[in-house]
Nanobody
Framework: QVTLVESGGGLVQPGGSLTLSCAAS????????MGWVRQAPGKERDFVAG????????HYGDSVKERFTIFRHPDNNTVTLRMTSLRSEDTATYYC????????????????WGQGTQVTVSS
């Protein structure tokens, strides 16, 4: 079972950028489709982005399209999420997950998660 550890969260001003990283251990990310979801206080988890295992196809939630980009880096067994033009509504805990789906497109696509990293967008 692969273990995921997210990092890179923090406080950023509206309009700013941030890159989250998800490091995998105990297994290789090449064995899984990967992705990110987020959860704001008092709300359900929300799908953010997914990337497939072999050909790097991606899928994004409607609220982050054109602003967020997911990458996978097989050489160092990590997945990153580049976030730009951040808004206050992007404030949430962000979780990296593994998926046996061909291309994750929803929260239910994921089977395991990391512990999350907090992103706060505020002036």
């Amino acid at each position: 079972q692969v273990t995921l550890v997210e990092s890179g969260g923090g406080l950023v001003q509206p309009g700013g950028s941030l890159t989250l990283s998800c490091a995998a251990s105990g297994g290789t990310i090449s064995s899984y489709a990967m992705g990110w979801v987020r959860q704001a206080p008092g709300k359900e988890r929300d799908f953010v982005a997914g990337i497939n295992r072999s050909v790097f196809a991606t899928h994004y939630g409607d609220s982050v399209k054109e602003r967020f980009t997911i990458f996978r880096h097989p050489d160092n067994n990590t997945v990153t999420l580049r976030m730009t033009s951040l808004r206050s509504e992007d404030t949430a805990t962000y979780y990296c997950g593994t998926s046996t789906s061909t291309l994750p497109m929803r929260v239910a696509s994921f089977q395991s998660w990391g512990q999350g990293t907090q992103v706060t967008v505020s002036s």
